[in-house]
């Protein structure tokens, strides 16, 4: 594999939008080389071989999508999440793992810039945007996920820092990343709980050690891990915005982009699962012809491309929305609720689409059947997004 990355360019503060458009075409168009050219010929034997793709980490770089939407002035491409939404969404249509790498690490570097103290914007973002420091977000711990309020891990204040104990588990990147953001209780006693909590961006070091690498069905490649906390130390300017007790809304401020990013990857994994099917289906032959002619192989492929549009147009609104400034919980969590839905729905349709031979390791479409679930977990469960789509529809009408 050579290092062949085009570089994406980076969005001027002020541009029409025409030259928004025009921009925005020549991004897709670098991302759809660089992911025929690198990522497609490599993902099956990777995935299988569950072997981390550091090549492609270089070539990530070389294009900017680690500092994707951090903003120009600290190094960043400043993309809109429309047009980050469209880069995730053509990567997962061939490969969804890939997308781990830079999607955490960017929801760690969106949390430094909203939230983050002016030092702490002008020292992490320029190397985030290069990837020099790179990483993700540890809030989950093996017996909180959806509660987060009831993590256990703490920051004790101790002179002039903190002395952070526990263990966090799940956090994509944390093997092969070197920064993370991390959810804590400073005030375990404090009632309600997230008064207590806080975010510490941890630069691996004594004390900060990966506990174990996990094994999963899917999103392979991928390093996801429990990592462990004895005694870290850190001085108390690694303390999100520089005040205790605002770590759950830091967290929770994340998340509408969150949302966004892995309802991107479901509509591309949608959209990849029925390019795979309507491409064998062509080729495929049963009873003399095509079995694309076949009208029960016609009504899951017409059921899988409205799927995969329906998703696109709802992570279209989302980002739009975001990109404006507005609230948008309500369209981030139908769009990542539909969105993800369907990325599972396509995958097991166009399994039946490709017979016996879907189960082979062969092919790809089996690992859209392994990595589409994810997308129903991530960022919040589809229970929990159904909940907040519910409760925001009843508080508004
Ligand atoms: C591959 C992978 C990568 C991940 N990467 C990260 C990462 O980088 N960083 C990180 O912090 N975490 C990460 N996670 C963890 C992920 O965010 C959690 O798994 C997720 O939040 C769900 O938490 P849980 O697994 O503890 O499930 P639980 O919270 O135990 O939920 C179990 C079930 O109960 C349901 N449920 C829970 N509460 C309610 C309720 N109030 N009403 C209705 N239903 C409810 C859930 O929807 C779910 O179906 C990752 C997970 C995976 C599998």
Redesign the pocket.
Known sequence: MTASAASVPATPEQTTDAEKQELEAQILDAIDRWVEREVRPIAREFDQADRYPAELVEQMKELGLFGATISTEYGGLGLSASTYAKVVSRICEVWMAPTGIFN?HLIMANCVERAGTEAQKAHYLPKFATGELRG?????EPN????LQRIRTTARRDGDGYVINGT?T????GIQGNCLAVLVKTDPTAEPPHKGMSMFLCEKGPGFTVGKKLK?LG?RAID?AELVFEDFRVTEDHLIGGEEGRGFQQAAGGLELGRINVAARGAGMARGAMKLAVAYAKERETFGKPIAQHQAIQLKIADMSTRAEAAKLLVEEAARKFDTGQRCDLEAGRAKLFASEAAVSNATDAMRVFGGYSYSTEYEIERFYRDAP?MC????????QR?IIAKQLVAQS
């Open positions: 955490s993700g977000i540890g809030l989950t909180a996920g959806t509660d966090k799940w956090i994509t990147n999963k999103y996801s994810l977990i991530g960022e919040g469960t589809n229970e929990i909940i």
